[in-house]
């Protein structure tokens, strides 16, 4: 069965950290770009990250410098690090692989107080 879990989300004041968590199974994960995206309440979702099979990474512009894509293809697992939150990266969070455009997690909240 092909599937994306994520996890990691929390509650976390301003200028604090979270680490998301998107554990893939049923393709062969390291052959597939993976990106991270956010869905604000009513709002379309957007790219957060990305990152290739190869490793090469690209940000949105809101996140670039506060976040870092990475992948562990030993543990079919893409990480999210999100330093310096702000209240405007509250959301849910998904994973996507290019393995699947209609492949999604479930997702993850990630609330940012002020």
């Known amino acids: 069965q092909v599937q994306l879990v994520e996890s990691g989300g929390g509650l976390v004041q301003a200028g604090g950290s979270l680490r998301l968590s998107c554990v893939a199974s049923?393709?062969?994960?390291?052959?597939?770009?993976m990106g991270w995206y956010r869905q604000a309440s009513e709002k379309q979702r957007d790219l957060v990250a990305s990152?290739?099979?190869?490793?090469?990474?690209r940000y949105g512009d809101s996140v670039k410098g506060r976040f870092t894509i990475s992948r562990d293809n030993a543990k079919n697992t893409v990480y999210l690090q999100m330093n310096s939150l702000k209240p405007e990266d509250t959301g849910v969070y998904y994973c996507?692989?290019?393995?699947?455009?209609?492949?999604w997690g479930q997702g993850t909240q990630v609330t940012v107080s002020s």
């Open positions: 990152i290739t099979s190869g490793g090469g990474t």
């Open positions: 049923g393709y062969k994960f390291s052959m597939f770009g």
């Open positions: 996507h692989t290019e393995y699947s455009s209609a492949l």
